[in-house]
């Protein structure tokens, strides 16, 4: 039987350390790294933050990322 991907699945969003210095980010509507001054960006799909600057698509639900 094969498995189903899970779609009800929410991802967690409150809490995201900071790739570049390890220091817990502000996430509100756009993500931001006060030490780094270094802002994310965000799936607009569920929400997601996206960590990885090169990434096309979420990491999380899977969908393309728009620019
Ligand atoms: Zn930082
Ligand atoms: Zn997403």
């Not at 967690?12 to 994310?40: A, M, W």
Request: charged share 30%.
């Amino acid at each position: 039987m094969p498995a189903k991907p899970k779609k009800d699945e929410k991802p967690v969003i409150c809490r995201c350390v900071c790739p570049y210095c390890d220091v817990e980010i502000i996430v509100e509507d756009s993500p931001f790294c006060n030490v780094c001054k270094v802002s994310f960006g965000r799936c607009a799909s569920c929400g997601a933050v996206i960590m990885e600057e090169k990434a096309v698509k979420c990491p999380s639900c899977g969908k393309p990322l728009k620019k």
